[in-house]
Structure formats: C-alpha cells, structure tokens
C-alpha cells in the first residue's frame, strides 16, 4: 500500500482491519476504477435527461478517499457490529458513494419531478432520505415517504443510493437532490468546516446564512407561483378577449333585428362582468387587482362607445 495510507499499528488494530487488507482494496480499486467511471457516467448522462434538473455534479472517490473512508467505517464499533468488516470481496456493498452524482435544481418543487425520475430509472436501494434543518415543512417528505433526518448544521438535500449494472459488477451510486441556494450555501460550510471545528462566532453566521439560503428558496418558490398564476391569467384574458370582439363584430354585422341585438349585448355584458367577477377572484395573489378592474371597466365603457357610434344604445334608452 503507498505509504501515505499507511496508518500506526495500534489503530489498525482498534479498526480491525490489517494493512493488507487496506492493500488488496487498494489494488482492486485502482484495476477497477474504470468500471466504476463507466457506471458514473452513465447516470449522469441518463438523469441529464431530466427536464427538472438545473445541472450536474460527478465524481468518483480517489484512492485515498476511499481508504480513508473504510479505515473510518471500520474505526466505529456500532457501525462494524452492523455492518461486519470491510474486505476487497465486499467493500463496493459496504461503501454506496464511491460514484457520487448531484443533481441542482432551481425550484424546491423540481425535487418532485426528479424524485419520479429516479424512482422510475433504478432500482433503489437506500432512500430517498430527506436532511431538513429543524422546523422545515415534512409534509412533502412524508407524502413521498422519504425517512426525514433533521440536520444539526441545517443541511438540506435527498439522498438515494441507486444500483446499476453495465458490467458484471453491480455498483451503487449515491444521488443527491438539492436548490442551487443550498448547493451554494453547503459548498461554503464545507469550505469552511473542512478539517477544522470553526469557532462559535463562524458556526452563528453559517446558520444565519443557512437561514438565508431558505429564505431564498420559498422566494424562489412564490416567484415561480407568481408567474405560473400570471401566465395562466394572460392566457384566459385573451380568450376573453376574442370572445368579446367576435360578439362586437356580430353586433356590427347585423342588420336592423333589435331583439337579437338585445340579445348580443346582453352576452357582451355578460362576458365583461365575468372578466370583472374573475379578476377579483385573483386580489389574494396579485397587489395590481384595483388597477386590472380599472382596465376591464376601461375596456367595457370601450365597447359602450362603439355601440353608442352605431346610434343603437341611444336607441335603446
């Protein structure tokens, strides 16, 4: 084994693992590490597919991350008594992030489109686990039956370990999902933590930026729900106003049949107070509603007018 993996005899010992043994991974890993890249490569280039990803992050564990990994693991006697030791014969079942995969999205609601895009993909043999900060809303873990770990530093992501076989070998990949607001705040808290326990007066401005990056989600969020209501109000308004004109050219084309003239201005009315009655159902979502209904009032004295040039509303009165 190169000699900057080597460790003191005496934690060897307390891991239960000999160096050979951290030797023979060594070796298996670096004849198969192209394998392994295969694998990688190939779901990011089939989950790259996904509408609601934003963009993608890759990597496979070097060899002296996973060295370091499985000499950790098998350092901690609970997860040894669980899990039993590490070997070159089983170390790809026992360590599921060698192939790493992180999945951005721009939305806190994309996590749901790509949720349904693993599900239907891979096979999944770990998760989804949802890592929230304390006092985050469960309900859509719940509804999607992730197990929920709250985060002690606020960390928010979801986790799958995935399995996926190009070669003979099975190997597992691990997934995450999480905004570009908290991919951005995690990159810094790692830089900032990496090898080190910053001091309290760090640790309070990493959770107060923390904070931040969810408030910059559920803004994110309202914004994309804003414009959504938006585009769908848009789309009715033009619907309503083709209905409106085709009833003015009607009312323009007819000839002197008063009853049914009646009639048409009796629709065209009707379709304006519909505009009106719709746009007021809009006043809990959009602070301009006083000035749309002055619009369609604008609009609806628009049409009065012309009617009033054809001399026929005089009539009427």
């Known amino acids: 084994m190169d000699t900057k993996y080597r460790l003191p005899k005496e934690q060897l010992d307390a891991a239960q693992i ?7 991974i060594q070796e298996h890993y670096r004849l198969n590490r192209e394998a392994f890249e295969v694998t990688g490569n190939l779901v990011v280039s089939t989950i790259r597919n996904c ?4 963009s993608l992050k890759y990597r496979i564990k070097s060899e002296a991350s996973l060295i370091e990994k499985i000499f950790r693991k098998s350092s901690n006697a609970e997860w040894r008594e669980k899990n039993g030791p590490i070997t070159a014969r089983n ?15 721009l939305f806190k609601n ?7 895009f693993v599900k239907n993909k891979w096979s999944i043999k770990e998760g989804p686990v949802a890592k929230i900060r304390d006092g985050d809303d469960q309900n ?3 509804e999607r ?3 929920i770990e709250p ?3 606020g960390y928010r992501s979801v986790h799958y370990i995935i399995e996926s076989k190009p070669f003979l070998d099975l190997h597992y990949v691990e997934i995450q999902a999480r905004t570009i607001f908290e991919e ?23 959770l107060l930026f923390n904070r931040t990056a969810g408030q910059a989600d559920e803004m994110g969020s309202h914004i994309q729900r804003l414009n959504l209501a938006l585009i769908e109000h848009s789309t009715k308004h033009v619907e309503q106003q083709e209905k409106i004109q085709n009833l003015l050219d009607r009312v323009n084309l007819l000839s002197g049949d008063a009853q049914t003239k009646d009639q048409l201005i009796s629709e065209l009315k009707l379709q304006l107070d519909h505009k009106i009655i719709q746009q007021s159902l809009l006043e809990n979502n959009f602070t301009n509603n006083h000035l749309e209904q002055i619009n369609i009032h604008e609009e609806y004295l628009r049409a009065k007018a012309k009617l009033q040039r054809s001399n026929y509303w005089t009539k009427r009165k």
Do not use: M, N
């Open 18 to 24: 000999t160096e050979e043994c951290l030797q023979e």
């Open 184 to 206: 951005g705040w995690s990159e810094i808290d790692h830089k900032i933590r990496y090898k080190q326990s910053p001091p309290d007066v760090i640790e309070e401005y990493l």
């Open 145 to 147: 039956e992730c197990t």
């Open 140 to 142: 859509l873990y719940q």
């Open 91 to 105: 170390y790809q079942e026992k360590i599921t992030d060698i192939i790493g995969v992180r999945a951005i999205h």
């Open 151 to 153: 985060h002690r530093a």
């Open 110 to 116: 994309d996590w749901q489109g790509i949720d349904d």
């Open 51 to 54: 509408r609601h990803v934003h």
